[in-house]
């Protein structure tokens, strides 16, 4: 069964940074493209990052580009989301999840229950 733990959530001031961890049980971060979304209150899923198991390339939403980057190990059983340069409007929660096939296309049909984020002065 499917099963990812995200951690690293936490209140933090605007610029400030935070590292995402996602642990994923019963399934290899190889397997399947795999990534993040967040969703903040009263608002649509976002997507935030992905990485294709195709070929390894990565992809950022457009609010996101060059303030995170996302990783994980080879082993394929943690994902991270280092988040630079914060900003109020990122606030949400943060969900570690896998789409239906190796690329980053298509919907997230495996996810997490999330990590929260706060950006607040």
């Known amino acids: 069964q499917v099963h990812f733990v995200e951690s690293g959530g936490g209140s933090v001031q605007p610029g400030g940074s935070l590292k995402l961890s996602c642990v994923a049980s019963?399934?290899?971060?190889?397997?399947?493209?795999v990534g993040w979304f967040r969703r903040a209150p009263g608002q649509e899923r976002e997507g935030v990052s992905c990485?294709?198991?195709?070929?390894?390339?990565?992809h950022y939403g457009e609010s996101v580009k060059g303030r995170f980057t996302i990783s994980k190990d080879n082993a394929g059983s943690t994902m991270y989301l280092q988040m630079n340069n914060l900003k109020p409007e990122d606030a949400a929660f943060y969900y570690c999840?896998?789409?239906?096939?190796?690329?980053?296309?298509?919907?997230?049909?495996?996810w997490g229950r999330g990590t929260q984020v706060t950006v607040s002065s």
């Open positions: 990485i294709s198991a195709a070929d390894g390339t990565t």
């Open positions: 999840a896998a789409k239906g096939s190796n690329h980053c296309d298509g919907n997230w049909i495996h």
């Open positions: 019963g399934f290899s971060l190889n397997h399947l493209a």
